[in-house]
C-alpha cells in the first residue's frame, strides 16, 4: 500500500485515462478524467465510496496513468482500452444500458448521425464504440458538428422542415448544413459524414489531405465560395488536430505528453535566438478589462512545459480604471518582479521566458519592465490574428505543426481565460457591493 500512496501524491493536475491494478497486474478499472489527481483521489475517500467501488478500492494496489492533452482525447483513449481490456469493474460499475455507439444512420439521401445503445441499432448502421457512458458519446457528437455539421433528426422531422422551407435551430446556428432545403447536395453531403467517420476511426491526415485537394479544385474551377467554405472548414479542423491525436498514438507510447513537451521545450530553444537553454519555467501575461474598469493580469506559468495551476497569480490593476492594456501590463509586471526582492517573501521564482498576448507593443512593455529590474528575459508576443510569434525588431510564422507554438498557443489560451475570470469575479463582486 506504500506503493500506492507514493502515486497517489505523485499524479498530475492534467486530463488522460488511469488504469487500476490487483497485486497480479491485473487490470481492474480504467477511467477518464480532467485532472487525474483530483479524480483518483475521489475513490480513496471513503465518504465518497458506495459498495461497488469500495470493493474494487480494496482491490487496488498500483495506479498506471496516460496522460493526454484534452478531455476529448480522454474520452475517446477511455473507450478504446475498455473495448481492449473489457476490465471487471468497468462492467461491475455501470450498467449495460448505459454504453453507447457513435452510429452513421442511412435515412433517405442523408445519413444522419446519432448515439444508440447496441439493442437500438440497425443492420445498415455503421458503429463505433461502446463508449463508456452516455457523457462520453454524447460530447464526441457535440464537438465533431462544430467542426462537420450534420443532421440528427428523424424523418418525420426532416420532412416538416423541408415543407416549412425553413431550417432548425441547428441549421440556423450552423451546427447543420440544412439538407433538408437541399442546401447541399447528397454527395458533398456525404463527404462531410466521410470525415466524422475518419475522425472517429482516427484518420485524421486523411481528412485532411481530402479537404486540401477540394479546396484547390474548387478554386482552380473558380468556384470560390466553395473554396472559401473550405478553408474555413480546413482552419477548424487543423485547430481542432492541434489538439487531439488518435488513441493509437497514446497506446503505443504512454508517456507521448512527456515527449511532445520535451520537443516543444527544444523548438523553442531553436526560434528564440535569446535562449540559452530549454525554457524550463514560462510565464505567460494577458489583460482582461472592460472600458478599464474592474481590470486584470493574469500569469500562468508552465513547468517543464506542463501548465502548473499552483503557481499562477493574479493582479488587480489598482492605477488606471480607464483602457490602457500597456500601462496593466506594466503594472503586473512590475509588481511581479518587486516581489522577487522584496525581504521576507516566498520567491515565485525567475522565468526562463515571457510570454504576452498581444504584439510588439505588449512585448516593448515587458521588456522596459525587465530593463529597470536589470533583467536579461526574453520576451516574445502571441498576436492573434495570424498567431504569429512577436519580438521587439521582428516576427515569426511558426508552422501550425510546431510543438513550439502549440504550447504558446496553449500559455496565451489559458492566460487568457484565467484573466476573464478574474475579471468576470472582480465585476460581480463591485456589483453587489
Excluded at 380 to 393: N, R, W
Excluded at 407 to 426: G, K, P
Amino acid at each position: 500500500m506504500h506503493k500506492l500512496q507514493t502515486q497517489l501524491t505523485t499524479l498530475p493536475h492534467s486530463p488522460g485515462i488511469y488504469k487500476f491494478l490487483d497485486a497480479a497486474g491485473r487490470i481492474l478499472y480504467v477511467g477518464k478524467a480532467k485532472s487525474l489527481a483530483s479524480r483518483v483521489g475521489q475513490y480513496f475517500q471513503k465518504t465518497l465510496r458506495d459498495g461497488k467501488t469500495r470493493q474494487l478500492v480494496e482491490h487496488v494496489r498500483s495506479i498506471e496513468i496516460i496522460e493526454v492533452f484534452s478531455e476529448l482525447e480522454a474520452l475517446i483513449l477511455e473507450a478504446e482500452l475498455i473495448k481492449k481490456w473489457q476490465p471487471k469493474y468497468n462492467i461491475l460499475l455501470k450498467d449495460d444500458k448505459s454504453y453507447l455507439y457513435i452510429v452513421l444512420r442511412k435515412e433517405g439521401e442523408f445519413r444522419k448521425v446519432l448515439t444508440a445503445r447496441k439493442s437500438d441499432t440497425t443492420s445498415g448502421d455503421v458503429c463505433f464504440g461502446p463508449y463508456p457512458d452516455s457523457y462520453t458519446a454524447k460530447y464526441i457528437v457535440r464537438s465533431l458538428r462544430r467542426l462537420f455539421p450534420f443532421r440528427d433528426c428523424s424523418v418525420s422531422k426532416f420532412a416538416k422542415y423541408r415543407t416549412l422551407g425553413s431550417p432548425c435551430l441547428y441549421g440556423h446556428i450552423g451546427l447543420c448544413v440544412a439538407p433538408c432545403l437541399g442546401k447541399i447536395s447528397p454527395h458533398e453531403y456525404d463527404q462531410i459524414i466521410k470525415h466524422v467517420g475518419q475522425f472517429l476511426r482516427g484518420q485524421q491526415k486523411s481528412v485532411v489531405r481530402k479537404v486540401q485537394h477540394q479546396m484547390i479544385s474548387a478554386a482552380k474551377g473558380m468556384d470560390y465560395e466553395e473554396a472559401e467554405m473550405l478553408r474555413r472548414t480546413l482552419a477548424k479542423y487543423e485547430y481542432v488536430q492541434q489538439q487531439f491525436r488518435a488513441p493509437r498514438e497514446f497506446m503505443e507510447n504512454p508517456y507521448l505528453v512527456d515527449d511532445v513537451y520535451e520537443m516543444a521545450l527544444k523548438d523553442l530553444l531553436d526560434v528564440i535566438p535569446a535562449l540559452t537553454k530549454p525554457p524550463l519555467r514560462i510565464e505567460c501575461f494577458d489583460v482582461a478589462a472592460i472600458s478599464g474598469q474592474d481590470a486584470a493580469v493574469s500569469m500562468v506559468v508552465a513547468l517543464a512545459g506542463r501548465l502548473e495551476k499552483s503557481e499562477y497569480k493574479k493582479f488587480k490593476i489598482k492605477l488606471k480604471d480607464t483602457p490602457d492594456d500597456y500601462f496593466m501590463l506594466t503594472e503586473a509586471l512590475t509588481r511581479r518582479f518587486i516581489h522577487e526582492t522584496r525581504e521576507g517573501v516566498v520567491a515565485w521564482g525567475m522565468p526562463d521566458l515571457v510570454v504576452v498576448d498581444g504584439g510588439k507593443g505588449q512585448v516593448a512593455a515587458a521588456e522596459a519592465v525587465l530593463t529597470r529590474f536589470g533583467l536579461a528575459i526574453p520576451v516574445v508576443g502571441l498576436a492573434k490574428k495570424h498567431e504569429t510569434v512577436v519580438f521587439t525588431q521582428h516576427e515569426l510564422q511558426l508552422p501550425r505543426s510546431s510543438e513550439a507554438l502549440k504550447l504558446l498557443q496553449r500559455l496565451r489560451d489559458e492566460s487568457h481565460r484565467f484573466a476573464r475570470v478574474y475579471h468576470h469575479h472582480l465585476r460581480s463582486r463591485r456589483a453587489l457591493a
